[in-house]
């Protein structure tokens, strides 16, 4: 009993550690994501197959070794109709001959070496701009993970906030309802006043279920993209105030935009690059090929007995090195059109990297813009709610002195959640619209 008693407890210790709750800062998030999520993890495969793919092009020009073996039993040798005038018969007869042996063994191994292939030297070119285009969609990943970390975990804070203010609101409307529903008991008030504030009251719990099932949804959609189970039982540690204060406190420097170093501007020079050794690879048909290959084999024969491998057995060796030159004459314009092809896909690759130049420009434009626009919507929305709650502690007063009545104290309140609902989007606006100016600026992580 004490062994199993100890096991039992163990068992409920290693549960206990196993759901403990996991903190994260919004750099934790962050960071956890970049190595965990399922977005980060495909991007870093796609990396090692592209290393794989070098390493598979570059080897197609070494040494290739091959063997092979072969075992024939005869059960009935094939029988061949010769002229029998070639053996001393008559004209017109025929002999049957039987030729072979009843079985035979045969095993060869095979060197093959490419000597001189354009395509191959621009295969191993090409795997290799592609495992660096890999690095670079790599990088491009990491940076719009971070954009969606940073936006889902300001979405999950204000849905904390609205909560909140939808949770405090209820329970001043349930108060409120409950003192008129003893002042429509007296004869104080109508039943048309105590109405209006159970509309008020209903709508407000409706919309605060709403929010806690809302909750869950934002807080599962942050851990999924982290790479966390949804199930997990997560705190988030980082303040709506603290990640307010970070997209308010940058400074918006444009001055060190370069599109050299712009992710999607490297990408396209990647395609560019990608299209020109396409181009080269058709060009590079019209040229010869040149390989060797060493050939080594071995025959043994026997009537009856399987004696292939004891003393009484005879192999016959056979070898022989060739080299072959392949050198293409006409292919029916096939290879000038191929190479036409690629040359159209290459300036259709060039003018998309001029087009991509303008786009960015433009974004940065337009994400700067959206940034002010999204930082003073956050100062108009900080200062009428503000203003709102002046309003709300007004009417508090008066109603509080009985020169105010309940459905009016009602109303300021549910202006100051409409203000408060106003104020938290205005934030979550402006920590998107910060974080899409970084992605324009190419200065994310900054």
């Known amino acids: ?47 090692q197959k592209a290393r794989r793919l070098v390493k598979k ?24 109709v010769v002229p029998a005038e070639a053996f001393g018969g008559a004209p017109g007869d025929f002999v049957e001959l039987r030729f072979g042996t009843q079985q035979t063994m045969f095993w060869n191994a095979n060197l093959d070496q490419l000597i001189f292939d354009g395509s191959y030297i621009i295969g191993v070119q090409g795997s290799e701009k592609y495992l660096e285009i890999s690095k670079n969609i790599n990088e491009k990943t990491k940076i719009e993970l ?18 909140d203010v939808l949770a405090e609101n209820v329970a001043n409307l349930e108060a409120i309802y409950k003192e008129n529903k003893l002042l429509l008991e007296n004869g104080f008030i109508e039943q048309e006043d105590l109405d209006q504030i159970e509309i008020l009251l209903s709508q407000t719990r409706n919309q ?52 050299e170093y712009h992710i999607d501007y490297i990408l396209s020079k990647d395609d560019l690059d ?3 050794l396409e181009m080269r690879l058709a060009q590079a048909k019209y040229l010869p090929s040149l390989s060797a290959n060493l050939n080594f084999s071995q025959n043994s024969f026997s009537d009856s007995e399987f004696n292939f491998f004891n003393e009484s057995g005879q192999w016959f060796n056979a070898s022989y090195v060739g080299v072959n030159l392949r050198v293409p004459i006409f292919t029916s314009f096939m290879t000038k ?61 008066k109603y509080n002195e009985g020169l105010s009545s309940s459905l009016q104290l009602a109303q300021t309140q549910t202006q100051y959640l409409e203000q408060q609902n106003a104020y938290t989007q205005a934030i979550f606006n402006l920590v998107s619209a910060k974080s899409n100016m970084d992605k324009a600026l190419n200065q994310t992580g900054k």
């Open 208 to 259: 605060l279920n709403y929010m806690e099932r809302y909750i869950e949804i934002t807080e599962q959609q942050l851990k999924f993209n982290m790479g966390l189970s949804t199930q997990a039982d997560v705190e988030f540690t980082t303040t709506l105030e603290e990640v307010t204060s970070r997209s308010i406190s940058a400074s918006i420097d444009s001055s060190d935009f370069n599109l």
């Open 57 to 80: 092009t570059l080897a197609q020009g070494f040494p290739q070794i091959s063997a092979s073996g072969n075992y024939t039993n005869n059960i009935e040798i094939p029988v061949q």
């Open 337 to 397: 059109n191929g190479v036409q092809e690629a040359r159209i896909a290459y300036d259709q690759a060039e003018l998309n990297t001029e087009r991509t130049e303008e786009e960015l420009r433009l974004k940065k434009e337009q994400a700067i813009a959206d940034y002010q626009l999204a930082l003073d919507s956050y100062q108009t929305a900080l200062r009428n709610l503000e203003l709102a709650k002046k309003i709300n502690d007004r009417e508090a007063i």
């Open 146 to 163: 971070r954009e969606i970390i940073t936006q889902l975990y300001a979405q999950v804070l204000v849905t904390y906030e609205n909560y």
């Open 1 to 47: 009993m004490k062994h199993g008693l100890g096991l039992l407890f163990m068992i409920f210790s290693m549960t206990g550690v196993w759901a403990q709750t996991q903190s994260f800062s919004l750099d934790e998030a962050i960071e956890y994501a970049m190595e965990n999520s399922y977005m980060a993890n495909d991007a870093d495969m796609e990396v």
């Open 274 to 276: 990608r299209k020109r």
